[in-house]
């Protein structure tokens, strides 16, 4: 986890917004990189994942951007619901090596 | 619910103990993930089995161990427990010989004191 990590710790957002969550990495040599929630006392779970020779991927209301020049990642949550509230990671793996390496996280709070 | 179940959810052990940890895969999932998350260290991948055998290694403590059995269960066990060894151990699964989409479990939560 020493290589990817989080630009803010936090985010609110009111509900029905757009969320943007940040995500800076450090190895270039990553060959996925993927976005995981977890929400109070439960596992993580996996949202998206994009692979490092694609700069978008979208999914259902998530959009995950991928800026190789300068090593950052986003996921974006189109209308922000309180079910949205939790701590999202950003992790990396490289290619046929399921390990994953995981940042600090930052917790989204939903306000009504 | 991800289908993944993990033993016990809770345990309060002493330093110096050993305990074992026990997860359940999902149906199906041959890959079985062991993690561990803590407020200092966050999430760190310890180890995963494939099909009953050791396949990548983190991080993981000598004084760790895991096994993955024939009915594709996993135990991971630790020993001589020490204050820092307090944590979550999530468990997690997927199909094949690994995936990016994980399957994680509920968590057991480890306090040594």
């Known amino acids: 986890g020493e290589s990817v990590g989080l630009h803010l710790p936090t985010l609110s957002v009111q509900e029905g917004d757009n969320s943007i969550i940040n995500c800076a990495y450090s190895?270039?040599?990553?060959?996925?990189f993927i976005w995981y929630k977890q929400e109070s006392g439960k596992g993580p779970q996996f949202i998206i994942d994009i692979r490092s020779n694609m700069d978008k991927r979208q999914g259902q209301r998530v959009t995950v951007l991928l800026n190789k020049t300068v090593k950052h990642l986003s996921l974006q949550i189109a209308a922000t619901q309180p079910g949205d509230s939790a701590v999202y990671f950003c992790a990396e793996a490289f290619r046929f090596d399921y390990k994953l390496s995981f940042g600090a996280g930052t917790t989204v709070t939903v306000r009504a | 619910d991800s289908g993944v179940t993990q033993t016990p959810k809770h345990l309060i052990t002493a330093t110096g103990q050993r305990v074992t940890l026990r997860c359940s895969p999902r149906?199906?999932?041959?890959?079985v993930y062991w993690y561990q998350q803590s407020l200092d260290q966050g999430l760190q991948f310890l180890i995963q089995?494939?099909?009953?055998?050791?396949?990548a290694k983190g991080n993981i403590l000598e004084r760790f161990s895991a096994q993955q059995f024939p009915d594709l269960h996993s135990e991971l066990n630790l020993s001589s427990l020490e204050l820092g060894d307090s944590a979550l151990y999530f468990c997690?699964?997927?199909?094949?010989?690994?995936?990016?989409?994980?399957?994680f479990g509920p968590g057991t939560r480890l306090t040594v004191t």
């Open positions: 149906s199906g999932d041959l890959s």
């Open positions: 997690a699964s997927s199909p094949g010989l690994g995936g990016y989409e994980q399957y």
């Open positions: 089995y494939y099909n009953g055998e050791e396949r």
């Open positions: 190895n270039s040599a990553s060959d996925y």
